[in-house]
């Protein structure tokens, strides 16, 4: 396998600069093994599991990579930070990971994350392994991306535009604009940059390692996966979904009663009669109701399906380790076209 070697690889020891983001509901032990096994880089997605939930997660993961209990696992954990702020057990939620010395944990969506971070130091520091949890931050402004490198000094920032499916600051800009306002504040020696939002392709990946950053995380493209926690008929929705089939909306919120995001902050789905009937003004009482009974019966035109804008790039559900492949070999064919624009 041809490596890519740069600051971010060399952080992570992986041979591929792509990430399987960290996707509540979706993003499960076995989805995160099988992508770092395959030579990129795996998250579970903690979400709104229960400490004892996560447990099970990295057992099955640390299981699939056949590792003992002793070992490192090399998979990532992340968590919704307004979660941990507002749960008792928010520290327990963390030991969890810790105590399983997973490689990274990655932070978003809090007005404390600071407090986290500083958790994570601490524990590792008197942990007494010697072993340093890498913190991912994501960020959508080059302001926030200067909080985290400087007050919280983070291993990775994670830019993400929005394009990308799931949560996200409304106000982001697209990756396009955002990255680049970045990279322009980013000091010499700060951490890798990572690029999120709507991408799907190997030659997606290929553009934004030439436009400066040090990797790229996909979501969507891992929802479609046969280790996705997401169910068949969310997966024939996003298989079938047009280029313009998403929407970013609070109205899967207000519908779950998910409504302790950070102001500014709502989600990137596919669009359907339940975003339908909150645009009409339908009793929120109404909405949910027939979203819960959707739920329950499955039904494709109601139900929830995060997705970001490059949806309609991938028309089929593939194990992990087959999409990881594929976008190398995808990503590596647009470097060295790259390569051959230049007269020498």
């Not at 490596?3 to 032990?29: C, E, H, K, Q, Y």
């Not at 004892?52 to 968590?79: C, H, K, M, N, T």
């Not at 709502?266 to 009793?283: F, L, P």
Request: hydrophobic share 45%; proline share 4%.
């Amino acid at each position: 396998m041809s490596r890519i070697r740069n600051d971010f690889t060399v952080l992570m020891d992986i041979p591929i600069p792509i990430v399987a983001a960290p996707m509540a509901g979706a993003s499960g032990g076995a989805l995160a093994a099988q992508a770092s096994g395959a030579g990129a880089f795996g998250f579970i997605g903690a979400g709104y599991l229960t400490s004892s939930r996560i447990q099970e997660e990295l057992s099955l993961a640390r299981a699939q990579l056949l590792l003992s209990d002793a070992d490192p696992l090399p998979i990532g954990v992340g968590y919704l930070a307004w979660q941990l702020d507002k749960d008792p057990a928010g520290v327990g939620l963390l030991d969890v990971s810790l105590l399983n010395r997973v490689q990274a944990i990655w932070l978003a969506f809090g007005n404390n994350i600071g407090r986290w971070v500083d958790y994570i130091r601490s524990y590792d520091a008197s942990s007494g392994h010697g072993h340093k949890t890498l913190i991912f931050v994501q960020v959508s402004s080059a302001k926030e991306a200067l909080i985290a490198i400087q007050d919280w000094k983070v291993d990775v920032l994670v830019a993400q535009g929005s394009e990308s499916g799931g949560h996200g600051y409304s106000a982001a800009p697209p990756l396009l604009t955002l990255v680049p306002s970045i990279l322009a504040v980013l000091p010499k020696e700060g951490p890798p940059l990572l690029a999120a939002g709507g991408l799907s392709t190997g030659g997606h990946v290929a553009s934004l390692l030439a436009l400066g950053v040090s990797g790229a995380v996909l979501g969507t493209r891992f929802l479609m996966t046969e280790e996705s926690f997401y169910n068949e008929v969310q997966k024939n929705i996003l298989v079938k979904a047009s280029g313009n089939a998403t929407v970013r909306t609070t109205a899967f919120d207000r519908a779950r009663g998910t409504l302790e995001w950070p102001e500014g902050v709502d989600g990137r789905a596919i669009y359907n009669k339940t975003v339908k009937d909150v645009e009409d003004g339908v009793d929120i009482k109404i909405v949910q109701e027939n979203f819960n009974r959707a739920t329950q019966d499955k039904d494709p035109d109601r139900i929830l399906v995060w997705a970001g804008t490059g949806v309609d790039l991938v028309t089929e559900i593939q194990t992990a380790q087959d999409v990881v492949r594929e976008l190398h070999a995808d990503m590596m064919k647009h470097l060295s076209f790259v390569s051959t624009l230049i007269a020498t």
